[in-house]
């Protein structure tokens, strides 16, 4: 009977373990189809960018209520002004990759975004004194080597394909940013954090929005309107809900090789559904760049916790 109890456990705790990876490669599928949706939706990358965050503010915060976390959130000036600040620096991440991808391939744009890693493990050493092994070092050697084999191949101060991938590069180093801000918030959910962040973008790139280019999302075709509410809802707010829910419940190194799935969707993306053209030196560029940073992931004989 004892033997039947422990096994039944096991099999229910594997089920949920299984549930939670699903979750997590769901999300991570959506995230990588993200540019099918941004390329049809024909406002400015800052006011998709502003719609984007005020409808994934609207399903956070439903599901935290619904959850019953908003009573639980305990939060001090100092981490309020990190959230603000990191907030308003994703949402112009957010611009800045979705206008790279009107000057470059969505695979190249991407493949620069992905450099962001390699730029945390940079800064990490200089910010939080973190250790730079022989590992580490070549890895970023590798991805660095990649990076610029991207830039030549595409011809170098040339047209607007360099013009994207500076775009991209920002984009990642503005991520970069975020998520070395997030190494330094331990006091509140991932959740409740995104949430937090996402309020704080909507109110900087709002004015921002109206100043540069106006409103104009009453001016969008059904086509447009579509592809804006997928991309608020499903590719924000119901991934990033997928995602939250489940990341903390497997190990970091599993979380880790599971986000490169959003990279290699959206490779598949640029150059099957959009039909975009990528040069072979480009893809070994990005071939070096994912491989590196995905081996920089993995620390032999201990798990190491996985920073969204």
């Not at 997590?24 to 540019?35: H, Q």
């Not at 493949?111 to 200089?126: G, I, R």
């Not at 999302?217 to 924000?236: E, F, P, S």
Request: hydrophobic share 55%; charged share 15%; with cysteine.
């Amino acid at each position: 009977m004892l033997k039947n109890v422990v096994l039944n456990q096991s099999l229910s705790k594997r089920g949920k373990n299984v549930k939670d990876k699903l979750k997590i490669i769901g999300s991570m599928f959506i995230f990588g189809t993200l540019s099918i949706f941004v390329k049809n939706i024909n406002i400015s990358s800052a006011e998709i960018a502003l719609w984007r965050a005020v409808m994934a503010v609207v399903i956070l915060g439903g599901t935290m209520a619904l959850t019953g976390r908003t009573g639980k959130i305990k939060i001090d000036g100092k981490t309020l002004a990190k959230l603000f600040v990191s907030g308003a620096v994703m949402g112009f991440n957010w611009i800045l990759l979705f206008e790279s991808y009107k000057y470059t391939s969505v695979a190249v744009a991407t493949l620069c975004y992905y450099f962001e890693p390699v730029l945390v493990v940079a800064a990490s050493y200089f910010m939080f004194k973190e250790r730079l092994g022989v590992k580490k070092l070549l890895c970023f050697a590798g991805a660095t080597a990649g990076l610029v084999l991207i830039v030549l191949s595409s011809g170098f101060g040339e047209g607007n394909g360099i013009k994207g991938i500076a775009m991209a590069l920002l984009a990642a180093v503005f991520y970069a940013f975020v998520v070395l801000v997030n190494k330094s918030i331990n006091d509140i959910g991932s959740l409740e954090r995104t949430f937090f962040q996402f309020v704080s973008a909507v109110i900087v790139v709002f004015p921002y929005t109206a100043a540069t280019g106006g409103l104009h999302i009453l001016q969008l075709d059904m086509a447009g309107a579509v592809c804006l509410g997928v991309l608020g809802v499903v590719h924000t707010g119901i991934a990033y809900v997928m995602y939250f829910s489940a990341v903390s419940k497997v190990s970091g190194q599993q979380a880790s090789l599971f986000g490169y799935i959003d990279p290699a969707t959206a490779v598949l993306v640029s150059a099957f559904v959009l039909r975009e053209s990528v040069g072979i030196m480009q893809w070994i560029g990005g071939a070096a760049i994912l491989i590196c940073t995905l081996l920089n992931e993995f620390e032999f004989g201990k798990e190491k916790n996985l920073t969204v």
